[in-house]
Every structure is written in structure tokens, then in C-alpha cells.
């Protein structure tokens, strides 16, 4: 529940003047009385594409469109972006089960938003393999006809497996060995696009 604003009155009172009520998505199916009363009219149309293919996404106003798997991690992601001087696009968590679809899924929502510039995937593959998300993002990258700059970073199960798979690709994937570096890298292909 979220009251914005709440004002005292000249009388002394406290009187919320709006109120935001929010349900959590993963429970819905414990209510179905309240997910009845769901109007996906008042919800933003990309987050309700995101729901169908397990992302969480919420669309922000910068212009460097965010891929990564957990949501702490898209914190940190975003952060470092705009220490290195961008501004994110989106949140966007692939969540751990990220397959080609999803990533594809993933790519096509970030391209909708006609502000992204850039691309930075940030993946730690500790369940998910690192070649396995290197093979989706190649072939989301081919299926979407990539416009953009894309950079990617990952790090943890077959990592140097994954790194050969986009190295290999033929397609102008930049890599890079850590966050820091994926963020300047990112931020630096985006200003010299322009």
C-alpha cells in the first residue's frame, strides 16, 4: 500500500489524499477473487508481454536496456551504469531458468523502447551455463536483426565456453571480463553511436 501524499490539515487531521494498493503477481493464484479484479488496461503493456515469458521488467527513462538474472544483480548493474555516466532503460530479470526463447523474449522487450542505444547482458551463470546464455543471446541478437550495441558480460559455469560461442558468432558482440568493464564499455559504444 502506497499513500502519497498524506497531509495533516489546518484542523490537525491526517488525511491521505491518494492511495496506490499493489498485489504480489506470485500469489495471485492463492486469490482468485482478487486476480478478478485485475484490469490489465490500467497496467503497462510491456510488463504484461514481460509476465508471459517469466521476465520482470520495468521500463525506466534512460537509454541503455538492461539484461541480467537476479534481481540484486540488476541493481548493481544499473548503479555502475550510471557511475560510468549512462542511464539505464529498464530493469530487466531473466530470472535462472533463461532459455533462448526467453532470452530472445528478453531482447525483443528491451527493442521495443525506442530511447535504447545499447545493450549490456550481465549474467552469472551458477545454475544457468554460461554457453548455454551465450547461444541465446546469439541467436536473439540474429532473430531480432540487432541495431545497437551490445555488450556482454559473463561469469561462472563454462564461462570461457560462452565467451567462444559470442567471439565466434560473426556478430559485433563486445565482451566483457567484468562489470566495471562491461558498464564503461557500454556507456562508451552508445556515446560514440551517436
Known sequence: ???NPLIVTGAGDILALDAKMNFDDNALFRHKDVEEL??????????????????????LDGNIGCMVNGA????????????YGGEPANFL???GGATKERVTAAFKLILSDSNVEGILVNIFGGIMR??????GVVAAAREVHLHV????????????LGKKILAESGLPILSADNLADAAEKVVKAVKEAA
Do not use: F, Q, W
Not at 488496461?41 to 517469466?54: C, N, Q, R, T, Y
Not at 540484486?72 to 557511475?83: F, N, R, S, V
Open 1 to 3: 500500500v502506497e499513500i
Open 38 to 59: 485485475r484490469d490489465e488496461a490500467e497496467e503497462d503493456p510491456a510488463e504484461i508481454e514481460a509476465a508471459k515469458h517469466s521476465l520482470n521488467y520495468v521500463k
Open 72 to 83: 540484486g544483480l540488476a541493481m548493481a548493474t544499473m548503479d555502475i551504469i550510471k557511475l
Open 93 to 95: 530479470d531473466v530470472g
Open 130 to 135: 554460461c554457453d548455454v546464455i551465450a547461444e
Open 149 to 160: 550495441p551490445l555488450v556482454v558480460r559473463l561469469e561462472g559455469t563454462n564461462v570461457d
